[in-house]
């Protein structure tokens, strides 16, 4: 007996959902590489294999695709920072740190995007500009959350959070932002970005700082 093929308003739908993706897999593949200040529609869906009618379709201008974009990009670290937000099996200040770890293995490996929405950003991008913006009440106000639960636990030191968050994401990103600056601009240090890039990017390296950062803001134990 014959396969059923799939009724004609599922496959509709199914072949506008596969357009969208492709649509957003290949931004994500052009923002790593030239960043959303250089992204054009047309080259966007030539790289697509889709008509510009399609992009019009789906995403209306390249604005709401650039939001549409960025959203995409986050998505799986707010995800996954979320569920580590409320992992039973943490301890405050324990929590704090796999937060904070969790964002920085993302931004290693994410390394090239991020580079270039800074740059972005500085350019002027509107949707990069406007992501930005979002961010103040995702992971910020949730790793801020998290080390005001551990200054109740008496694990961290009193002050206020954001201060404190502030702290210890410059001390774990300070490097790698020094680094990628240093390498985007020809101040002639080659040699110097390369070498704090090495220092800043490895894993072991990211959580040797965020160490010291804990250390930094945790409670002293007193001796006996």
Same mark, same amino acid.
């Given at each position: 007996? !014959?396969?059923?093929?799939?009724?004609?308003?599922?496959?509709?739908?199914?072949?506008?959902?596969?357009?969208?993706?492709?649509?957003?897999?290949s931004?994500? @593949?052009?923002?790593? @590489?030239d960043?959303?200040?250089?992204? =054009? &529609?047309?080259a966007?869906?030539?790289?697509a294999?889709?008509?510009?009618?399609?992009?019009?379709?789906?995403?209306?201008?390249? #604005?709401?695709?650039?939001?549409?974009?960025?959203?995409?990009?986050?998505?799986?670290?707010?995800?996954?920072?979320?569920?580590?937000?409320?992992?039973?099996?943490?301890?405050?200040?324990? @929590?704090?740190?796999?937060?904070?770890?969790?964002?920085?293995?993302? &931004?290693?490996?994410?390394?090239?995007? &991020?580079?270039?929405?800074?740059?972005?950003v500085?350019?002027?991008? !509107?949707?990069?500009?406007?992501?930005?913006? =979002?961010?103040?009440?995702?992971?910020?106000?949730?790793?801020?959350?998290?080390?005001? #639960?551990?200054?109740?636990?008496?694990?961290?030191?009193?002050? $206020?959070?954001?201060?404190?968050?502030?702290?210890?994401?410059?001390?774990?990103?300070? !490097?790698?932002?020094?680094?990628?600056?240093?390498?985007?601009?020809?101040?002639?240090?080659?040699?110097?970005?390369?070498?704090?890039?090495?220092?800043?990017?490895?894993?072991?390296?990211? $959580?040797?700082?965020?160490?010291?950062?804990?250390?930094?803001?945790? &409670?002293?134990? $007193?001796?006996?």
């Amino acid at each position: 007996m !014959p396969a059923r093929s799939a009724p004609p308003a599922r496959r509709a739908r199914s072949d506008a959902s596969s357009t969208r993706e492709r649509l957003l897999r290949s931004g994500l @593949r052009l923002a790593r @590489r030239d960043g959303l200040r250089k992204l =054009t &529609v047309r080259a966007l869906a030539a790289h697509a294999g889709v008509n510009l009618g399609s992009f019009v379709y789906h995403f209306g201008s390249r #604005d709401a695709f650039s939001d549409a974009l960025m959203e995409r990009w986050y998505a799986p670290l707010w995800a996954q920072l979320q569920d580590t937000g409320v992992d039973p099996t943490l301890a405050p200040l324990a @929590r704090v740190r796999a937060l904070v770890l969790c964002l920085f293995d993302w &931004v290693a490996a994410n390394r090239a995007f &991020v580079g270039h929405l800074l740059l972005d950003v500085a350019a002027g991008e !509107p949707a990069a500009q406007r992501f930005m913006r =979002t961010l103040a009440g995702r992971h910020p106000a949730l790793i801020a959350g998290a080390i005001r #639960d551990a200054q109740a636990a008496g694990q961290v030191v009193a002050g $206020e959070p954001l201060h404190l968050m502030a702290f210890t994401l410059a001390a774990v990103g300070g !490097p790698i932002l020094i680094g990628h600056g240093l390498a985007s601009r020809p101040l002639g240090m080659p040699d110097f970005a390369r070498a704090m890039l090495a220092l800043a990017l490895p894993r072991a390296q990211i $959580e040797q700082r965020l160490d010291w950062a804990i250390a930094g803001i945790g &409670v002293k134990k $007193e001796a006996p």
